[in-house]
C-alpha cells in the first residue's frame, strides 16, 4: 500500500509541477 500513495502522490504531482 506504501508504494500505492506514494506512485498516486508522484502521479498526480506530476502534471501540477510540469505545470506550474
Same mark, same amino acid.
Not at 500500500?1 to 506550474?20: A, D, H, R
Given at each position: 500500500? &506504501?508504494? &500505492?500513495?506514494?506512485?498516486?502522490?508522484?502521479?498526480?504531482? &506530476?502534471?501540477?509541477?510540469? &505545470?506550474?
Amino acid at each position: 500500500m &506504501s508504494f &500505492s500513495l506514494m506512485e498516486t502522490l508522484y502521479f498526480v504531482n &506530476s502534471p501540477i509541477k510540469q &505545470s506550474g
